[in-house]
């Protein structure tokens, strides 16, 4: 994966936040994921299949802060039930994979959120490809955006 | 008029209805999925429709070409996440009305569905 390519996903994060939060997060230098490595794992995670002209998965993990921060911008409300969060968490990882096709062109298919909610022991992406981490930070609570994808030939 | 909205969210099939509240429109339905779009279509006949693209069991576009033959005047604004073109240019060649990517917030979702009624 080139740093092209990871930048597409980092400006889309910035986007998102920028757009439903009305502030930019803080990025995090990104990192070789080590898949024995669980300290970027979080409370809620959203993971999205590629398929088409790229192969791989990216998924988001976050603290539920973030969650709240974001279910109360769309819904109002402060106190929301365990599923708003799990079905935010797949949302946002949608919408920024769903943002980049634009980059990676018409044949570039993402799946729909699988979601994971209690922070995982471990979670390697389904394919042996390199994948990075972007370690992100909005409102001083954490998340991070995992990018494991390969171009196909 | 009556709305149907479309979306496997349940953050967005919510927040879709709260911010479009004040146009005063009767939401007739709320579908989680494609197939189950169709039914309510058929089952409440709106007159418009916020869809999204990706979607299990029947996507977006699927569900387009399905209602449109069952009512070709329905107004649909594509709602997605999905911000390459050809796909906004399929839709609206399909007969969609209006396509906003998300995240939309509620000025730009009351706006582009006002653009969809006119």
Do not use: W
Not at chain 1, 29 to 47: A, E, R
Not at chain 2, 46 to 72: A, F, H, Q, S
Not at chain 2, 97 to 113: D, I, W
Request: net charge negative.
């Amino acid at each position: 994966m080139e740093a092209k390519e990871l930048d597409v996903f980092i400006q889309g994060v910035i986007a998102y936040f920028k757009e439903v939060l009305g502030e930019d997060p803080e990025i995090g230098t990104p990192y070789l994921q080590n898949t024995q490595d669980k300290s970027h794992l979080y409370d809620y995670t959203g993971i999205i299949g590629l398929s088409g002209s790229y192969r791989g998965a990216i998924y988001i993990t976050c603290e539920q802060g973030i969650l709240l921060d974001i279910v109360e911008r769309f819904l109002g409300i402060k106190n929301p039930e365990a599923q708003h969060l799990r079905d935010m968490a797949g949302e946002l990882a949608n919408t920024i994979a769903g943002n980049v096709s634009r980059v990676f062109g018409n044949a570039f298919h993402i799946s729909v959120p699988i979601i994971m909610n209690g922070t995982p022991n471990y979670l390697a992406l389904p394919i042996e490809i390199p994948a990075y981490v972007i370690p992100i930070s909005v409102r001083g609570k954490k998340a991070a955006l995992v990018v494991g994808m390969r171009k196909n030939e | 008029m009556k709305l149907l909205i479309v979306d496997d969210s349940l953050i967005m099939r919510q927040a879709i209805e709260r911010f479009l509240a004040p146009l005063g429109l009767e939401v007739v339905g709320k579908a989680d999925n494609g197939k189950r779009a169709i039914e309510l279509f058929r089952e409440t006949m709106p007159d418009v429709v916020t869809l999204d693209i990706t979607m299990p069991e029947l996507d977006g576009l699927g569900v387009l070409k399905e209602i449109l033959k069952i009512k070709p005047d329905v107004r649909v604004l594509v709602v997605t996440a999905i911000t390459e073109k050809s796909t906004a240019l399929e839709a609206l060649k399909l007969g969609a009305k209006r396509f906003l990517n998300k995240p939309f917030n509620e000025e730009s979702l009351k706006s582009a569905l006002e653009q969809v009624l006119k």
